[in-house]
């Protein structure tokens, strides 16, 4: 067979033996998965939102209520209310306006705009921090600036509470008798006033400055005060006062109470918060498994469930990430953050159920969760604490914070600030939304395969996707390809980008009914690196500490491989000088070798380690890679006396020496009289150890006198030792 014939028998042999073997390289196919709410929120939504089971599904429609010129002047929406008439009132900042919204009409409806002349229409800094309604279900408003005070809104507005110390009224709350309190500041009071709102009266005096919420339940009162964090439980007789817990945010800025009693606390640190980068994947993230609750509802028989393929996640791409780590369950926290969400129990037990990196506005409960506002990217939270699961149900590109919410005729209200604006939140969903994926890293130029995705489409909804791809970690570079068209996903769809490092993918999610949404729970795309070196990132070798291991030089290396082939290693050694590398171990698989060192001569030595990537490839692709260690020197022969001199002066004896070695510095010089077990280390001449030559005067005094044998032991820095005996006649 010519020399042509058998090159073109090995390619087609290679050929096949990669086809055999693609299951198995780690080349052929690498893939990154995108399965939890934590991946998911690194990437852009439009109209989409995403929890921490790891899911994306369309947003609840949202809607925008216009209240004319009304919130021209307006900076914040601090309250919302509904009364019986399904009339919507909002407390704004900074001119204190209530405006009412009823049957879509807007109008303010306190202050009038000329029946207050201290009003008027420009900056007055006032705040309507607080609504509620009377027993009589007349508007409540309290009303914070220079002087805080309670307006009652019937057929007129009338002041029904006003107190020196008190320029802030933060919060309303009614108990079942229908008494009013109010939590103010800056002294840290709480009102009583009784359903008429009179006979006002000094419930609680707090050592804070501000009570921010209250809310009532179970009999009792329960506060939330500002500089200290604290959650107080009042009993309603005035005879009971508890901190039920001392919180590490300096503000408890809101209260809600379950119907099994577990209060929930929004506790949050503007200034922790502003020190900060936004980490909205910390707050998304999820413990392994899931609580034993019921089960998700399942996809109607109208629709298609999509499925990713298996594999090994140990070979998955990950985007070039170590294995994630498994987060610990959550605690109170031991150190500031900028808000968290505390659950406390009937008996007092405390656990955090929510943290993110924003400053908490507003929460309430409805329908077995938490719906939390916060800032400042304006974003809605919902917290199911019985299933951990939590959502992105709301984000807002325009407004800064969500800084008040109520449920009403089935929707939610949102107030948002800075701009200040009203959002009507439905239950239906968007009919379209978009993902824009986190870039996926290749690590080099890629071939990118296909992509898969695990979810349910039911009947009358459509997942579609597109990708784009390019050499620059930013999806901005105008050298990214441009997006591929989109096509409808119903199993594992090709993705037709050019190759390169990064990837981005785009998922449309639609629907042609309002209580339907496609739900993505997974999304895999794979890639292909072709084949790289593999690569000796570090060779160490070093004589052995090991008293036990005489002579052994231990060799430690560290190897890595790009396309995450497996490696075998060659370990060879020369003598510097010489050229000839000298095989000392073949077909290694531990990063670490011991070569006993008395096999070769005393000399300075190098070590050479290749690693070779054949296992994972054909012959033609497979590929090696090599590193040299720092020169070694291999020492196994003790230090020499050249020379010696012994004098006797008086009663003393001095013996001075000459003490060299050929390769290692001097280590240890010590000497012992007629066989004593004392040794007595000695000093240089220079007093230091740094040299391959060393010179020692010795004076030894007292010795008897007669015959005395000096013994004397010399050892170079790596412990080769040698023993030499003088013997001295004394007068």
Known sequence: MNNKRIEGFVRFVCILFLYAAAGALAVTSVITRHNSGEDFAKGDTEQVVVDSAGTLRLAPRTRHIDCGQLLKDVWTI??????????????????????????????????????????????????????????????????SGEKGKLVRLGAEAETVFEHDKVQYIHAIARD??????????????????????????IFYDAQDKNILSLVMGDGALYAGADQRGLVYKLSLDGRETAVLYD?????????????????????????????????????????????????????????VTLTTANSDDAKDDQQQQP?????????????????????????????????????????????????????????????????????????????????????????????????????????????????????????????????????DVPGGCEIRVASRSGNVNDPNDPTFSPWTDETVLTGPTALHSPAGRFLQYRLRLSTSADDKTPVVREAAVSHVVPNLAPQVTSVRAARSRDKNKPGIIEINFAAQDDNRDELTYKI???????????????????????WDGRTVEDGRYEIR???????????????????????????????????????????????????????????????????????????????????????????????????????????????????????????
Not at 97 to 126: C, E, S, Y
Not at 254 to 273: K, P
Not at 380 to 392: F, R, W
């Open 572 to 594: 060879e050694f020369r003598q510097i000088g010489r050229s000839r590398w000298i095989l000392l171990k073949d077909e290694l698989t531990q990063p670490r070798f011991e």
């Open 176 to 201: 079942a008798e229908d008494n009013i309190y109010l939590g103010t500041g800056p002294e840290g009071l709480i009102f009583r006033l009784d359903p008429f709102c009179q006979s006002a009266e």
């Open 323 to 455: 294995s994630r780590p498994t987060p610990s369950p959550p605690q109170p926290p031991a150190a500031r953050t900028a808000g968290q969400i505390y659950k406390i129990t009937p008996d007092g037990f405390v656990t955090t159920i929510f943290s993110e990196m924003a400053v908490f506005y507003t929460l309430l409960i409805q329908d077995d969760r938490l719906w939390l506002g916060t800032g400042n990217d304006g974003r809605l939270y919902t917290v199911n604490p019985a299933t951990e699961q939590k959502s992105i149900a709301y984000e807002d590109n325009l407004s800064a914070q969500i800084t008040a919410l109520t449920p009403m005729n089935g929707a939610f209200y949102v107030g948002l600030s800075n701009p200040a604006r009203l959002i009507r939140l439905e239950q239906a969903y968007e009919k379209e939304g978009l993902f824009r994926s986190p870039l996926i890293d290749a690590g080099q130029p890629a071939r990118w395969g296909k992509i898969q995705l695990e979810a």
């Open 247 to 303: 919180s590490e945010q300096t503000e408890i800025t809101a209260l809600q109470i379950d119907e099994a009693g577990n209060v929930y606390a929004a506790a949050t640190s503007a200034q922790a918060a502003a020190q900060q980068l936004r980490a909205a994947s910390a707050a998304m993230a999820k413990l392994p498994g899931r609580p034993d609750t019921e089960a998700s509802a399942q996809p109607d028989g109208e629709g």
């Open 78 to 143: 601090n309250c919302l209310l509904t009364d019986h008439r399904q009339a919507l009132y909002l407390g704004t900042s900074p001119n204190g306006t209530v405006i009412r919204i009823l049957n879509d009409q807007a109008m303010q409806v306190w202050p009038k705009h000329t029946a207050d002349p201290t009003v008027g229409d420009g900056f007055t800094n006032q705040h309507v921090f607080a609504l509620a309604l009377d027993v009589a279900d007349r508007l409540l408003i309290g009303v």
């Open 609 to 731: 380690v290749t690693a070779d990537d054949y296992k994972g490839n054909c012959p033609d692709t497979a590929l090696t890679g090599s590193r040299i260690s720092d020169p070694l020197v291999i020492d196994n022969t003790p230090p020499v006396i050249d020379s010696a001199d012994v004098r006797i002066e008086g009663d003393d004896v001095v013996l001075k020496l000459k003490v060299r070695d050929e390769l290692t510095v001097i280590g240890k010089v010590a000497y012992t009289v007629n066989s004593n077990e004392r040794w007595i280390s000695v000093l240089p001449d220079d007093s230091i150890y740094d040299a391959l030559e060393e010179t020692f005067a010795i004076r030894i005094n007292d010795l008897d006198s007669g015959p005395n044998v000096i013994a004397v032991s010399v050892a170079d820095d790596v412990g080769n030792t040698q023993y030499r005996s003088f013997e001295v006649q004394v007068p």
